[in-house]
Structure formats: structure tokens, C-alpha cells
């Protein structure tokens, strides 16, 4: 009962906080997701050091967070030439290595820019997901949020009442055919609630976008399975009592949300093409 209580305490003040500041203005979103990308590096990088590998935390966490800091400002209206400075920050990574005298360097430097695309990649991304329309709108965020959850939890309930036949049993065990079938059917009724809200995409977006959150934020909860199991750990941290670490609550939408920013801006260009 402690254990549930801390984990539902845990998920409500997560999620008021989450919800609240993009909810709030895209300075709230900003500084929100900037200290939960700093929190995600730092923590993968504590994670990347067990075994014989030394990724560079300090100067990765400055270049993951500089990365987001200037996406979100072109995002705002600052010129885009702003990005221009993460080129040498991010090459400095591999100048560092020279000074370090690691056993293994290039490994160092692959952790460490792997940090780097892994979590501060996507997370930037969301930069421009969340302006897509013009100008800053949560809704969108919203809307991943809302899906992801519910495509967790169904899969979870389906999953506990018919879960037989194995997704991927090598790397979660827990997870099957079932729970993922029942996660699709919450997520798309939905996708088909939230349509009538949101209405700034369609439903046929809508429903694209939730294809891709259920396939590919499936894949990304097994490929952090993966990295965890590579370590030999049960979650990827201890920052959220209950719930494991930003990766552990993140890893899904870490992964799918590349996918639908390019789905997005494809459709918006080939939209321009053909109209």
C-alpha cells in the first residue's frame, strides 16, 4: 500500500506539473523540458559508465542542453543562425578525449554523443512540434501525452487479463500481443475524443500520429529495456520515486517523436507541392 501510494503521488504531481507548464506558455514548456533534458543526459550517462566506459558527462550535458536552449529560441522568433554554435561545442567532445588518457576513447566519445541524439535530440524536437501551426500551441503535446498514457495503460490492463503470447520476450517479458492490442484499441478511442478537441489537426493526423506513437514508443520502451538490461539495472534512475528515472518515463516518446515530426513536415511539404 506505501508502495502504491508513493507511485500514485509520485504520477499525479508528474503529470500536474508536466501538463501545467505546456499548458501554461511556451517559456514554461521551454524551461520545463530544458531541466528534464539535463536531468535525461546526466542520467545517461551515469548509466553508460557501468563497465569500463568514461562518456564525457560534463561537456555532453552542456552540448545536449545547448542544442535544446537554441532550438527553443529559433522556436520563438530568434534567427535560426543561432544553431550554428552547437557545431564546435559539439566537436569539442572528441578535442577532450585527447586530454583525458581513457583506456578507450572512441567509446567515451560514442557514449557520449549517443547521450546526445538519444535524449537531447527528440526533446529538441518537440521545440518545433509544439509550433508547428506558427505559433506555440500544447495541444499537440497534449495529445501525445494523452495517447501514450492511455496506450500504457491499456496495454498494461490487457496484458494482465489476456496476455499469453510474448512480444518480445528476450528483452520484456511482461509485455505481449495481447497487452499491445488492447493498448491500440484505448489509444485510438482516444485519438477519436481528443480530434474533437483538438482540432487543429485532423482526424486523419490524428490517427497517423497515434500509429506512430503505438509502434514506434512500443519499440522505444523495448530499446531502453535493452540499454538497461546491457546494465544490468531494473530502471534507469531514482529521481521519481516508484517510477524509475526520466528515461524510464520518457522512452517512448524519446523514440516516436522524431517519427512524427518527420510524418509532419512531410505532410506539410508535399501538402505545398500539391495543394
Known amino acids: 500500500m506505501n508502495n502504491f501510494l508513493k507511485r500514485t503521488l509520485t504520477a499525479g504531481a508528474f503529470v500536474a506539473v508536466l501538463l501545467y507548464c505546456a499548458y501554461y506558455s511556451q517559456l514554461s514548456f521551454s524551461i520545463l523540458f530544458f531541466i528534464i533534458t539535463v536531468l535525461g543526459l546526466w542520467e545517461f550517462y551515469k548509466l553508460s559508465e557501468k563497465g569500463e566506459n568514461k562518456p564525457q558527462k560534463i561537456i555532453g550535458t552542456i552540448t545536449g542542453a545547448s542544442i535544446f536552449a537554441t532550438t527553443s529560441l529559433v522556436c520563438m522568433g530568434y534567427d535560426y543562425h543561432l544553431l550554428i554554435i552547437n557545431i564546435p561545442i559539439l566537436f569539442l567532445i572528441f578535442i577532450s578525449e585527447l586530454y583525458l588518457k581513457a583506456a578507450h576513447p572512441f567509446?567515451?566519445?560514442?557514449?557520449?554523443?549517443?547521450?546526445?541524439?538519444?535524449?537531447?535530440?527528440?526533446?529538441?524536437?518537440?521545440?518545433?512540434?509544439?509550433?508547428?501551426?506558427?505559433?506555440?500551441n500544447h495541444e499537440l503535446l497534449f495529445g501525445f501525452f494523452f495517447i501514450l498514457w492511455s496506450n500504457d495503460s491499456g496495454a498494461y490492463l490487457a496484458g494482465s487479463a489476456f496476455g499469453k503470447r510474448k512480444l518480445f520476450a528476450r528483452i520484456?517479458?511482461?509485455?505481449?500481443?495481447?497487452?499491445?492490442?488492447?493498448?491500440?484499441?484505448?489509444?485510438?478511442?482516444?485519438?477519436?475524443?481528443?480530434?474533437?478537441?483538438?482540432?487543429?489537426?485532423?482526424?486523419?493526423?490524428?490517427?497517423?500520429?497515434?500509429?506512430?506513437?503505438?509502434?514506434?514508443?512500443?519499440?522505444?520502451d523495448l530499446v531502453e529495456s535493452l540499454y538497461k538490461r546491457s546494465k544490468n539495472v531494473k530502471d534507469s534512475g531514482t529521481l521519481l520515486p516508484g517510477h524509475g528515472g526520466i528515461l524510464d518515463r520518457f522512452d517512448s516518446l524519446?523514440?516516436?517523436?522524431?517519427?512524427?515530426?518527420?510524418?509532419?513536415?512531410?505532410?506539410?511539404?508535399?501538402?505545398q507541392l500539391y495543394p
Do not use: C
Not at 181 to 187: D, F, H, P
Open 107 to 136: 567509446r567515451n566519445i560514442a557514449y557520449t554523443i549517443l547521450g546526445i541524439v538519444y535524449v537531447a535530440v527528440p526533446f529538441s524536437l518537440l521545440n518545433y512540434l509544439v509550433t508547428y501551426t506558427g505559433k506555440y
Open 254 to 271: 524519446l523514440m516516436s517523436t522524431p517519427f512524427v515530426f518527420t510524418y509532419l513536415y512531410l505532410e506539410q511539404y508535399f501538402h
Open 172 to 220: 520484456s517479458p511482461g509485455k505481449s500481443w495481447e497487452g499491445s492490442i488492447g493498448g491500440a484499441i484505448a489509444s485510438y478511442i482516444v485519438v477519436f475524443i481528443i480530434s474533437k478537441w483538438y482540432t487543429g489537426f485532423s482526424i486523419i493526423d490524428w490517427m497517423a500520429i497515434a500509429a506512430i506513437l503505438i509502434v514506434i514508443g512500443t519499440l522505444g
